[in-house]
């Protein structure tokens, strides 16, 4: 039977913050926008590397994968999707698409779809993540794409990766709007403008917004971060750590640039040297180019790499840029080094000198892996007498600018999602026109 109407169900993304999931049927046609992973729902059951899923049938029984039928490429019906399309490369919106149908088309930006392939060749085979075989149709800001009854526009915004857009989806029952991920106090808060410019123009009926910061919000910019970057750098006698997720280009950029200022190189991982690499086609994005001076690559000590990472070391060893612990070791007040928590075995090697510091760049703690190791990282940092500064701007809309945001775009229902408040978020925009729906999970939304 085809139905008139236009619906909304949520897969993913209710009451936790990622796994975004979001199916849109208008009449016959369906297309999901984003299709990522639980962590909150997978940490309840496995604890990676030990305990971790073997096979698809293991995430479906446990409800971290849900049951949608004729989208999945183990279920042998024939496809009900007619396209998935991705807001961005953070795996809480991408990952699994590695379980989607490989005859349904998967549109996204040109840079997501580099993160992911790039990501993909790191983290080898994964039964959580592979892209391998995907149809990817990519798109621009400005572009419109038909999907059947569909046209839908997506409209680059400002977030904690690159490559990152909202959405304008025309049905035939109005003006959908999706956020995915945004801020606007990141590096380039006018992509976030534009976006809310033209959801604002759709007159949308509907908006599924992000609602992540309702909780822990601050006044902050990147702008301010490479201020107070500056102020550590300029400081420090030894070597800097820095401890950043790899897929915020924006944040690398402030390292690069402090360090430069300071006459420091940064040297990033293998893995980050991997992504500057694959990003380096897209000028637009001005990531820093692996053959500039300023940058060094940090080597791990370990007896077997990867395909990709002997490629990286062959061909940027002629040119003196590989570094090893001890070599760092050597001009430690010359260097910000890029160093994951789960890398600290190479300060073994490193030996921080008297007066180094530790910077950690990202959310605090991240995850609750992260939450468990907290013990771990003041042990590690006690040892080497190395004090811990907190410097940090998050990805997300503050609660403030999301009023603002969501008062101009001005739509007649409001989804939120990505958050584990969206009952104090409903309180706090109820005087908004828009009517705050509390989104339960499965449930069908008629628009
Ligand atoms: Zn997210
Ligand atoms: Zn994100």
């Known amino acids: 039977m085809v139905k008139n ?3 909304l169900t949520f897969y993913g993304g209710v009451n936790e913050i990622g796994g975004n999931k979001i199916l849109l049927q208008d009449r016959d046609t369906k297309v999901f926008f984003d299709f990522g992973m639980s962590f909150a729902m997978k940490k309840q059951f496995y604890s990676p590397p030990f305990l971790s899923p073997k096979s698809e049938k293991s995430l479906q029984e446990l409800g971290i994968l849900p049951q949608i039928a004729g989208v999945y490429k183990f279920d042998p019906s024939p496809p009900e999707v007619d396209a998935v399309f991705i807001s961005h490369g953070h ?3 991408s990952a699994y698409l590695s379980f989607i149908k490989r005859e349904i088309p998967v549109y996204c930006g040109e840079t997501t779809q580099t993160i992911l392939q790039a990501l993909s060749e790191i983290r080898r085979a994964d039964l959580e993540f592979s892209v391998a075989d995907i149809d990817f149709r990519t798109f621009r800001t400005g572009k419109k794409i038909r999907v059947d009854n569909l046209e839908i526009e997506p409209s680059h915004v400002d977030h904690s990766v690159p490559g990152a857009y909202g959405f304008v989806i025309h049905t ?3 003006a959908v709007v999706y956020t995915g991920d945004f801020r606007d106090h990141g590096a380039k808060p006018e992509m976030t403008h534009d976006f ?3 959801a604002k123009n759709a007159k949308p009926v509907a908006i599924v917004t992000e609602a992540t910061n309702m909780t822990g919000a601050t006044v902050s910019s990147e702008a301010e971060v490479q201020g107070k970057l500056d102020s550590i750098v300029a400081q420090t006698d030894g070597i800097v750590l820095a401890e950043f997720a790899y897929s915020d280009v924006d944040r690398l950029n402030s390292f690069y640039h402090i360090a430069k200022k300071n006459h420091r190189c940064l040297a990033v991982s293998l893995k ?6 694959a990003l380096q086609k897209d000028k637009g994005l001005r990531v820093p180019d692996l053959d500039d001076e300023g940058i060094l690559i940090f080597r791990k000590s370990k007896k077997r790499f990867d395909k990709w990472e002997n490629q990286l070391i062959e061909q940027y060893e002629g040119q003196n840029k590989i570094f090893d612990g001890f070599e760092v070791s050597k001009q430690q007040y010359k260097v910000v ?9 190479e300060l073994i090697s490193l030996q921080p000198a008297a007066g180094s510091c530790y910077v950690l760049s990202a959310s605090e703690p991240f995850n609750e892996e992260m939450e468990i190791d907290y013990e771990r990282l003041i042990n590690w940092l006690s040892h080497y007498g190395l004090p811990q500064y907190h410097v940090h701007v998050s990805g997300h809309m503050m609660p403030l600018q999301l009023k603002a945001a969501l008062k101009e775009i001005n739509a007649k229902k409001i989804f939120p999602i990505h958050t584990e408040s969206a009952g104090l978020f409903a309180k706090f925009m109820r005087d908004l026109k828009g009517q705050v729906t509390l989104v339960e999970k499965c449930k069908e939304y008629t628009l």
């Not at 080094?337 to 075995?345: G, K, Q």
């Open 196 to 198: 809310v410019e033209n």
């Open 172 to 174: 035939s029952n109005g």
């Open 91 to 93: 795996l809480d919106h």
């Open 337 to 345: 080094l890029a160093l994951s928590f789960y890398d600290f075995e």
């Open 5 to 7: 109407s236009t619906t």
């Open 272 to 277: 980050q040297a991997h992504l500057l690499d």
